[in-house]
């Protein structure tokens, strides 16, 4: 039932693989990637995966291995606050492996309070981070090969173990204000 697409980016995404769940053609999809160019596009990039799983089903769970470097350089059809709704929006988890080095940066202002400019804040500082915590995700660093796969066999555990938690009032009926108080006094 799981499905998988591939998509690469450089200045400019690129789909290799749509959604299939053919094993074989995923693999053949991964082993085909060359190289691209120096841009980094990861804004525009996201953007078209999120706009892949308006094909899916509602009901599928919808997530983004983001393989990548920790920064947008050279997006040009999206910017920050268009991906953060994007991503709440379609209902989509990002899990991030980044190959960049934290780098060490002294903030010279004070950020305001406000959540969103918080959070715009945080993808220019680092977008993979950012966006995994946003959606619930994971956010791992790597320096080898071995720590790449440690943590992608990590996030395919935590992305298939998950919970779905519900709420569903006694009575599904909007009522007025009065109304409520009153049930709610003769409830105690």
Same mark, same amino acid.
């Given at each position: 039932?799981?499905?998988?697409? !591939?998509?690469?980016?450089?200045? $400019?995404?690129?789909?290799?693989?749509? *959604?299939?769940?053919?094993? @074989?053609?995923?693999?053949?999809?991964?082993?085909?990637?060359?190289?691209? +160019?120096?841009?980094?596009? #990861?804004?525009?990039?996201?953007?078209?995966? !999120?706009?892949?799983?308006?094909?899916?089903? #509602? &009901?599928?769970? /919808?997530?983004?291995?983001? !393989?990548?470097?920790?920064?947008?350089?050279?997006?040009?059809?999206? @910017?920050?606050?268009?991906?953060?709704?994007?991503?709440?929006?379609? =209902?989509?988890?990002?899990?991030?492996?980044?190959?960049?080095?934290?780098?060490?940066?002294?903030?010279?202002?004070?950020?305001? %309070? +406000?959540?969103?400019? %918080?959070?715009?804040?945080? %993808?220019?500082?680092?977008?993979?981070?950012? #966006?995994? &915590? #946003?959606?619930?995700?994971? *956010?791992?660093?790597? =320096?080898?090969?071995?720590? *790449?796969?440690?943590?992608?066999?990590?996030?395919? +555990?935590?992305?298939? +173990? /998950?919970?779905?938690?519900? *709420?569903?009032? $006694?009575?599904?009926?909007? $009522?007025?204000?009065?109304?409520?108080?009153?049930? &709610?006094?003769? &409830?105690?």
């Amino acid at each position: 039932r799981d499905q998988a697409a !591939i998509l690469t980016f450089d200045s $400019r995404p690129r789909l290799v693989q749509d *959604f299939t769940s053919d094993s @074989d053609a995923i693999s053949h999809s991964l082993s085909s990637i060359a190289p691209g +160019n120096t841009g980094a596009a #990861l804004f525009d990039a996201l953007h078209v995966a !999120i706009n892949l799983f308006s094909k899916a089903p #509602l &009901q599928n769970r /919808r997530v983004i291995l983001l !393989i990548s470097g920790e920064h947008d350089h050279g997006s040009d059809a999206s @910017d920050a606050a268009s991906l953060i709704r994007g991503v709440s929006l379609g =209902d989509v988890s990002v899990y991030s492996l980044t190959f960049a080095p934290p780098k060490k940066e002294l903030l010279n202002r004070l950020w305001s %309070m +406000n959540p969103l400019a %918080m959070t715009a804040s945080a %993808m220019r500082k680092n977008a993979a981070e950012a #966006l995994a &915590q #946003l959606t619930g995700g994971d *956010f791992y660093r790597f =320096d080898s090969e071995k720590s *790449f796969e440690e943590h992608v066999g990590e996030m395919s +555990n935590h992305m298939h +173990n /998950r919970y779905c938690v519900a *709420f569903q009032p $006694r009575d599904p009926e909007p $009522r007025s204000e009065e109304h409520t108080s009153e049930l &709610q006094s003769r &409830q105690y």
